[in-house]
């Protein structure tokens, strides 16, 4: 991966599965993080000889659509990507996409989504900072 095509904000982990177009095909597929600028995908990795009757794998570069509804939201975000990474083991073939096609109102939507995730997730760890301090704090007797 070219250093240009890292993505510089913020990944929110994200599980979810999504529709994947591929030229006329579409194909589910499943997240493993989110920002703002993109995402990442996983999909199973099949035998060369399923290969070619099942699941297409996008080619370095090439535009792959998006369809995707957001955890505890109702709508439903229609994207296109460029594919700028690939990374393949014995089970999964994953993807990670710029985004180059959305509307603003969905791109405001997921920033505002990983905002809420970064805040839950900044009070989860003060929280735990706070209870250790007071556990750990030495009692006077």
Known sequence: MHISEQREEYRMPLRLFLNEHIG???QRSMT???STSGIFLNRLQLPPKQFSTSLTYPHHKSIVGLEFELPETSEVIWAAGR???D???DYFFGT???FEGIADMHRRLIRDVIMEYREKRLRQLLSTVRRNRITAA???N
Do not use: D
Request: proline share 6%; aromatic share 6%.
């Open 96 to 98: 990670g996409l710029r």
């Open 138 to 140: 030495p009692t006077l």
């Open 32 to 34: 493993l993080n989110l």
């Open 83 to 85: 594919v700028c990474f």
């Open 87 to 89: 990374q393949a083991n």
């Open 24 to 26: 006329e095909r579409v």
